[in-house]
Structures are given as structure tokens and as C-alpha cells.
């Protein structure tokens, strides 16, 4: 089975870019549809993108033209490039492996939690004015 392995967070200035990245330990990145979520201090965890085993690719309101999620299976790795950071960007980042499904699945649960079988431990990203 895959293990998500985060990392990559760090203090980031405000409008700055900072990536992401996530290694599918034990298994093919191409096997899995991938999240990337976060978790802000004292509030609940939400879904920041998704992008499915065809490349199709969701984002959240709050990060949409500002945020890429992306695969690259040489590296067996999936990315989040985030660009324009601001604060409400500051939490713990994770990264989430879901078996695959038909597209059609994920356009309407790509931000539910309960679908992805696999977890990361999170990287910390600190954005600071």
C-alpha cells in the first residue's frame, strides 16, 4: 500500500510561491487519485485540490489561479505549486491518496476526506506579512 510522504513547507513571505511535494512510498503515484488538504490552528481541515489518476484537476475557491496541483511519475511524486500566498494560506498541509474511481466520482467528492484511504503526517507552511 502507499504511504504519502510530505514535504517542502517552510516560512514564506506574503505574496510569495512556495511547492510542495508528496512521494507515494511503496507504490505508482498513476495508481492513486491525489489531495492535497490543510488544516488551519482552530479549524477544521479542508480540501485545497485534487487531481485523478487522468489528470483531471479540482481546486477550492479560496486557492483557484493561485494554486497547481500536478504529477510526475518519473519521480513518483505529486506537487503543489502555490503562488500569492497570503495568511489564510498558513496551516498544516497534507497530502492523501484515493484507489482510483471514475471522474465522474471525484467531481463531486474530491474535497471529502472519507474517500482517501491514505494519509501523510502534514508539512507546516507559515506565511508571514
Known amino acids: 500500500e502507499v504511504q504519502p510522504v510530505e514535504s517542502g513547507g517552510e516560512l514564506v513571505q506574503a505574496g510569495g510561491s512556495l511547492r510542495l511535494s508528496c512521494v507515494a512510498a511503496?507504490?505508482?503515484?498513476?495508481?492513486?487519485?491525489w489531495g492535497w488538504f490543510r488544516q488551519a490552528p482552530g479549524k477544521e481541515r479542508e480540501g485545497v485540490a485534487c487531481?485523478?489518476?487522468?489528470?483531471?484537476?479540482y481546486y477550492a475557491d479560496s486557492v483557484k489561479g493561485r494554486f497547481t496541483i500536478s504529477t510526475d511519475n518519473a519521480k513518483n511524486t505529486v506537487y503543489l505549486q502555490m503562488d500569492s500566498l497570503n495568511s489564510e494560506d498558513t496551516a498544516l498541509y497534507f497530502c492523501?491518496?484515493?484507489?482510483?474511481?471514475?471522474?465522474?466520482?471525484?467531481?463531486?467528492?474530491?474535497?471529502?476526506?472519507?474517500?482517501?484511504?491514505?494519509w501523510g503526517q502534514g508539512t507546516q507552511v507559515i506565511v508571514f506579512s
Open positions: 492523501a491518496a484515493s484507489p482510483a474511481h471514475t471522474s465522474s466520482w471525484y467531481t463531486r467528492l474530491w474535497n471529502s476526506q472519507n474517500i482517501y484511504d491514505y
Open positions: 511503496g507504490s505508482s503515484v498513476d495508481r492513486y487519485a
Open positions: 487531481i485523478t489518476s487522468d489528470s483531471n484537476t
